[in-house]
């Protein structure tokens, strides 16, 4: 069985196709499957189309970057370093520094959460009727060890639920500002919590 020949219709059908197609290798050089055949108006042979090579392939051009790391949980005094500063300026700088003396002070050390939550918020709510602005809680560092279990448990307990309670009612309408305390008052086991005037 013979193969027809492609009819001249046909072989202009297929250059175009070819044209529009994407080459899988880039750097081999197109040749025509089909010679030039004389074209039926002039009479001289017609150059096959060849489509432009893309762009040189550069190694990397193509790579993804790098994906970014994500930090989920921020420090504890990163995350109270970002909050803005809702008292006087010149205050926060010297409270930061030790300059200021606390007027009231909570010890939680060894309190577990169910007696240390309430104990915080009577002693807040309190002070601030007292008429007292700056107060120290002290909650201690924590354990080294991590605690058992499934679900890792950061270090100090306390020291992460007290500036969570703080921004929470009933004492967030209480409390102007948190930080960590200076080395002299407890450092990163206390917090500086300056109170709102009792109004």
Avoid: C
Avoid at 32 to 50: D, F, I, L, N
Avoid at 79 to 101: C, H, I, N, T, Y
Avoid at 145 to 155: A, H, N, S, T, Y
Wanted: proline letters at 11%; glycine letters at 8%.
């Amino acid at each position: 069985m013979s193969r027809r020949k492609l009819t001249e219709d046909e072989i202009d059908l297929w250059k175009k196709v070819a044209s529009q197609t994407e080459r899988l290798s880039p750097t081999s050089k197109s040749v025509s499957p089909y010679p030039a055949q004389p074209s039926a108006k002039t009479g001289k042979p017609r150059e096959p189309q060849v489509s432009p090579l893309p762009d040189q392939f550069e190694i990397g051009s193509r790579a993804r970057s790098k994906p970014v790391k994500h930090d989920l949980k921020p420090s504890l005094a990163r995350s109270l370093a970002s909050e803005p500063v809702q008292m006087d300026g010149k205050a926060f700088r010297r409270m930061k520094r030790g300059k200021l003396r606390p007027e009231g002070k909570l010890d939680l050390h060894g309190m577990r959460i169910d007696a240390a939550h309430p104990a915080l918020t009577r002693f807040i709510l309190s002070s601030q009727g007292a008429g007292k602005r700056l107060v120290l809680v002290i909650t201690g560092k924590g354990k080294d060890r991590d605690e058992p279990g499934p679900m890792p448990v950061p270090r100090g307990v306390l020291r992460h639920k007290v500036p969570q309670w703080l921004s929470l009612p009933p004492l967030a309408q209480a409390v102007l500002q948190v930080t960590p305390a200076h080395v002299s008052h407890g450092g990163s086991g206390a917090y500086y919590v300056y109170l709102r005037r009792n109004r």
